[in-house]
């Protein structure tokens, strides 16, 4: 299986440094991490697909362990059986014995069965998610700066614009950076809602049930 490629923030430099050559390095990261966080919260570019993993008669909750320096923003299908679950909203539901049909997300990466599996299984159960990058990773998956370095980067110079009482202050470039920033995401949501292209990753990755 395929590793994620991944790459350091300071791959990103050059899309910023020319615009803020005085801007301390580590402010620079700081701020793209920051970006790139919010660009796959709101874009939703970056899907996780588990491996088939077991289930256990009268569990009905599972969690999905991300992987390292990574965090999962939503849940977006749950997979049993090779059917689709349907999800359920925050109703009180009872933990009976059945074949689950149903899903219901606690937190993102935490899902209930509905119902709970009554008996164990091997191999039947799959998610996908949607993660991002963990406010403190040192690296991201390249894809985010080979596909959407640039808008990221329009993200990180509009918070380093803001930044107030500097030499690169500018809240005019900040307001354009911003524009910027926020049309580039709603570009690339309104396209994943349509089905995507090549923009986003689907991954598979090891069981972390």
């Not at 949607?130 to 990773?137: D, G, M, N, R």
Request: with cysteine; proline share 8%; hydrophobic share 40%.
């Amino acid at each position: 299986m395929a590793r994620l490629l991944t790459v350091g923030w300071r791959e990103f430099l050059p899309l910023l440094q020319s615009s803020l050559p005085r801007c301390p390095v580590p402010l620079i990261i700081s701020e793209l991490r920051s970006a790139a966080v919010a660009f796959c919260r709101r874009t939703r570019v970056w899907r996780h697909v588990s491996d088939l993993t077991d289930v256990y008669a009268g569990d009905c909750r599972y969690v999905f362990e991300p992987p390292e320096e990574t965090t999962v923003v939503a849940t977006l299908e749950v997979h049993f059986r090779d059917e689709v679950l349907i999800p359920l909203d925050d109703r009180v539901v009872r933990d009976e014995p059945g074949t689950p049909a149903f899903y219901q997300v606690e937190e993102p990466g935490v899902v209930r069965l509905v119902p709970c599996p009554r008996e164990d299984e091997s191999g039947v159960l799959r998610t996908v998610n949607v993660l991002a990058p963990h406010v403190l990773a040192r690296n991201c998956p390249k894809f985010l700066l080979d596909s959407h370095g640039a808008i990221i980067a329009a993200g990180a110079r509009h918070k380093l614009f803001m930044v107030p009482n500097e030499e690169w202050t500018d809240p005019a470039r900040a307001n354009v950076a911003l524009a910027e920033f926020n049309e580039g995401m709603a570009g690339i949501r309104i396209r994943e809602m349509r089905g995507g292209t090549g923009a986003r990753l689907e991954m598979n990755s090891p069981s972390f049930f």
